[in-house]
Nanobody, 115 residues
């Protein structure tokens, strides 16, 4: 069974940082590109970042470019999202995602940015 377990969220002040993790099981993680999405209350789910299977390159939404960094550790079946210079508009539930199972979502991890 495919499983995503997201963690690392929390409450931070504007300008703060968080590192999110997603531990993956149930498919060949090391050969699969991975992505992060987020969803704020009352809004559609939004693409944040994606990374190649080897971690050689990443793609970012304009809203987070220059502030967030996606990475992965294939030995640990884990994809990360390092978030810095956080803004209140980054408040959302963050999810990891794989293209070949587009309707499969984990529980997500809540990020709240407020003063």
């Amino acid at each position: 069974q495919v499983q995503f377990v997201e963690s690392g969220g929390g409450r931070v002040q504007p300008g703060g940082s968080l590192r999110l993790s997603c531990v993956v099981s149930g498919f060949p993680f090391s050969s699969t590109p991975m992505s992060w999405y987020r969803q704020a209350p009352g809004k559609e789910r939004e693409f944040i970042a994606s990374i190649t299977s080897t971690g050689s390159s990443g793609v970012y939404a304009d809203s987070v470019k220059g502030r967030f960094t996606i990475s992965r550790d294939n030995a640990k079946n884990t994809v990360y999202l390092q978030m810095s210079s956080l803004k209140p508009e980054d408040t959302a539930v963050y999810y990891c995602w794989v293209e070949f199972l587009p309707n499969h979502w984990g529980q997500g991890t809540q990020v709240t940015v407020s003063s």
